[in-house]
């Protein structure tokens, strides 16, 4: 069985950013309108599931690509320009 990013790698300098500035917006996507007792930054999520998903590379630039591409998914706000990035391969 291949090795996972989230074992090689994980962006925890930016989650502890990016986290409490998540919280603190009351305005946009549905899980900042009601306040949950037990909130978790969708940036957290998003970079777990992402770097769980992908496999570690043995081609440096790929491997620094996909940390590039595990830090974008670690935003607040993804931009649309990050999201639709495959689509236009």
């Known amino acids: ?14 989650l502890g950013v990016e986290g409490p500035k998540e919280k603190r917006v009351a ?19 998003r970079a777990i599931i992402l770097s769980s998903l ?8 790929l491997l620094k690509d996909y940390i590039n ?5 670690c935003m607040g706000e993804i931009p649309n320009s990050v999201i639709f990035e495959g689509k236009n391969d």
């Open 27 to 45: 305005i946009g996507r549905p899980p900042s309108i009601h306040l949950y007792f037990a909130r978790r930054p969708m940036c957290a999520c």
């Open 54 to 61: 992908l496999e570690i590379p043995s081609d440096d630039k």
């Open 69 to 73: 591409l595990i830090e974008n998914y």
């Open 1 to 14: 069985m291949n090795k996972k990013m989230i074992e090689y790698w994980f962006p925890i300098k930016i």
